[in-house]
């Protein structure tokens, strides 16, 4: 596996600010991924940060609300803008590590983000 | 795109026990098949996987089992402990190397 870190570990914020969360790999990797987890709730993948590209969104998660960046193999951010109450929630990267023919992922420790 | 549906969302056994957590998937492309257990405040950590071409994988109390014609995969744990106690997510992955990942199951191992 690899060591993956994320900071903030938490964070309470203010309505209508933006914060930015990063995180952090101990090796180069191809894919990192940005999940959000409300709580009680399952995974549910924000984007795939590409390395050198903008990021791919999944459906329901725009750019001017969730920008990320990826400057190289080992490090990305993602921003939460604008926050709302609804944006409180567990935000988890990954990294998927290749293992034979499989790309498994491997979860960072999250940020839990509070909005007030 | 992926859905994957997992039963029960909650799960109460004796420990010593057998536990299992059945998921069905939608996209017969999907290859790959991992489950997580996470722990509560914890990060979700990988327990077992299982590929498209195989149909059953073991690991000491943990195996998987995967149907690919019927599109559903199945996580048993035997002889349960307290430390069991998480919830665990099935998840399948497609295209374009994404997991999808089941609504997860909160597992209670009682003493």
Redesign the interface.
Known sequence: SAVISQKPSRDICQRGTSLTIQCQVDSQVTMMFWYRQQPGQSLTLIATANQGSEATYESGFVIDKFPISRPNLTFSTLTVSNMSPEDSSIYLCSVGLTQGATDTQYFGPGTRLTVL | ?ENVEQHPSTLSVQEGDSAVIKCTYSDSASN?F?W?KQELG?????II?I?SNVGEKKDQRIAVTLNKTAKHFSLHITETQPEDSAVY?CAA?GG?????????TQLKVEL
């Open positions: 795109g790959y991992p997580y914890k990060r979700p950590q990988l996987d590929r997510f992955k374009g190397n994404k997991l999808t990942f089941g609504t997860g």
